[in-house]
Structure formats: structure tokens, C-alpha cells
């Protein structure tokens, strides 16, 4: 099964996923999911989000205004809690400095090097932020891509993530809710079936 006939399989079986899940729809609650789903479960996320709001801490600015111990209390349920606010500190100041600029570039191998020097910001944080908050056309490879990857698409395991992103847009058009739909539809695909047990019901031979 090629990659692109793959997404096909997944879209007619899970239709439509309405990626990023957040509660406001706000580039900065993008951004801010993207620091705080670092080793941790969306659902925990959610709830720091949600504390978050409740404080009236869900804006870059307010982020950089509230004192470190009532911030870290608030996103403690996304775990790493004193680790994770110096990382929101360090993406909000960037966020307020560069957003405008962000939004307007195409240059996206300089824009990637730019959120990779943040504090706290990897290659899939930076790749969620540049399609999710940004809408740029650039594949996010996370542990759910590489099991499917290796499972059924017969891709070598240990790719370094820039060669296995790569092969996914290689494969691809280059069309940034495509790339946002199956990345989303991958993340349903390993819940409900193609599990780090094994594979399910849903999962097309190997």
C-alpha cells in the first residue's frame, strides 16, 4: 500500500478529523498544546488548557505577565509542569515578536530553524506549530507516524525524522490540510486499532 493510498484508506474509514482539538481555535492555544502535549496524554492537556483559561492566563501576553508558581500550578496536570512554563514563557515571547512575520513567509526551511531555537521547541513541536497554528504545508512525524510506517507502509524503522518527513511529502501533494487531515487520521487510526499491542480490527494487512 503506497502512502498516498493509504490516507485514502483512512479518510473513508474515519472521515474527517477537524484538527487542531482545542477549545478556542486560537493560534496561541495551538502553540501552547503543542509545548504542553510533550510526553503527555491530550486529555491531561486539555485540563491544563482549560485551567489555563479559567486563570485568564490564555493569551502570550498573559502568559508572560503571570507569576511563575501560579502558572506552573495551572499546567500541572500536563506533567514536566516547571519545564513546560519555561518553554511557554520562552514560545510566547517569541510568538508576540514574530506572528505577523510568520504568517507571511514561505520560507519555511528558515521558519522551522527560527521555532527550533526556541527553549523547549523540537522538529515536532516546530512541524505542529507551522501546520496547525500556521497552516504551512509541513508533515508532523510523531510515534503514531512511525508505527504505521513501519507496519504497513514496509518503511524502514529508525528513519531520522527529517528522512521519514521526507518520504511522507515526497509522496504526498504538497497541500497543507491534507497533511493536517492524515496526520490527524493516523493519531484515530493507532487509538482505535493499530495499537503499540498490535494490530486490530481496522488495520489492513501487513
Known amino acids: 500500500m503506497t502512502i498516498y493510498t493509504f490516507y485514502q ?4 474509514l474515519y472521515g474527517p478529523q477537524h484538527w487542531w ?3 478556542s481555535g486560537s493560534r496561541w492555544e495551538i502553540v501552547c498544546g503543542a509545548i504542553l502535549t510533550q510526553n503527555c496524554a491530550w486529555i491531561n492537556v486539555g485540563k491544563a488548557l482549560a485551567n489555563l483559561a479559567q486563570k485568564n492566563f490564555a493569551c502570550p501576553q ?11 500550578e495551572a499546567i500541572r496536570p500536563a506533567g514536566f509542569f516547571r519545564q ?4 511557554l514563557q520562552a514560545s510566547a515571547e517569541f510568538l508576540l515578536a514574530h506572528e505577523t512575520e510568520f504568517l507571511n513567509s514561505e520560507d519555511l ?6 521555532l527550533l531555537a526556541v527553549r523547549g521547541v523540537g522538529r515536532e513541536t516546530a512541524d505542529s506549530i507551522l501546520l496547525y497554528a500556521f497552516q504551512k504545508p509541513v508533515f508532523v512525524i510523531d510515534a503514531y507516524t ?8 514496509r518503511l524502514p524503522g529508525g528513519l531520522a525524522y527529517d ?8 509522496s504526498l501533494p504538497r497541500e497543507t490540510q491534507l497533511y493536517n487531515e492524515f496526520h490527524a487520521l493516523i493519531v484515530c487510526f493507532c487509538k482505535e486499532s493499530c495499537r503499540k499491542a498490535g494490530c486490530g480490527h481496522d488495520c489492513p494487512e501487513r
Open 163 to 170: 528522512a521519514l518527513q521526507g518520504v511522507f511529502q515526497a
Open 9 to 12: 484508506y483512512l479518510f473513508a
Open 109 to 114: 526551511p528558515a521558519l522551522r530553524q527560527r
Open 84 to 87: 513546560k512554563r519555561a518553554y
Open 146 to 153: 512511525r508505527r504505521v510506517a513501519e507496519r504497513h507502509l
Open 21 to 23: 482539538p482545542c477549545q
Open 62 to 72: 498573559a502568559i508572560l505577565a503571570a507569576p511563575d508558581l501560579e502558572l506552573e
